[in-house]
């Protein structure tokens, strides 16, 4: 995939732009949730639309600390298990309260799933309404990436956790999705 051709990754003011906007949607809940599945878990949109509760709930049906995407609900053979962000976890938590008789976490007024397309469609007129180009559904994901690669040697980790928690087969496909950071490239060269 070229560069020109990514979605861009956002940046924390932009993040806190769109959780700003979705406050004052239709389902502002279900809707944070949404975006939180895809900036703090890495989630496509494939996988929000297929994401069960009993992925992200033990056996009591009690939030558990980790969600278990099955290889059904992802794409490929990526099913993963991704620990639940702090915030993302209290959002679920929230939804759960008010979630319906579907097994789906991510629902509509008229039907019981989401679709894929309908998870690409919401992103595209979020981002569109906030005034961001060249944002899609999979921004957050690659937000996500990108983030979890420039801190993961901070808690003992390595890129190859970054590729796991991303479901990447291939190391070099999860190197394609971090955006470089000229002002990291400036100070690592200093240090040298």
């Not at 003011?13 to 890495?42: C, D, E, H, W």
């Not at 992200?56 to 991704?82: C, E, F, P, W, Y």
Request: contains cysteine; hydrophobic residues 45%; glycine residues 6%.
């Amino acid at each position: 995939m070229g560069l020109t051709k990514q979605a861009k990754t956002l940046c924390k003011s932009q993040v806190a732009l769109l959780f700003m906007m979705l406050k004052g949607t239709r389902y502002p809940l279900r809707n944070k949730v949404i975006a939180l599945l895809s900036i703090k878990a890495g989630l496509r949109a494939k996988e929000i639309a297929n994401l069960t509760w009993d992925m992200v709930t033990d056996a009591q049906g009690q939030l558990s600390g980790a969600m278990h995407l099955r290889n059904a609900a992802s794409k490929g053979k990526s099913g993963r298990i991704i620990p639940l962000n702090k915030e993302l976890k209290a959002a679920l938590q929230e939804l759960q309260k008010h979630a319906s008789h579907s097994p789906y976490v991510i629902v509509t007024e008229r039907s019981e799933q989401f679709s894929a397309a309908a998870i690409v469609n919401l992103f595209a007129a979020w981002f569109h309404r906030i005034g961001l180009q060249g944002c899609s559904s999979h921004s957050g994901r690659r937000t996500f990436i990108t983030n979890a690669a420039r801190k993961i040697s901070t808690v003992g980790g390595s890129l190859r956790d970054v590729q796991v928690l991303a479901g990447h087969k291939a190391l070099s496909t999860t190197q394609r999705y971090i955006e470089a950071d000229a002002a990291a490239q400036k100070r690592v060269v200093d240090l040298v």
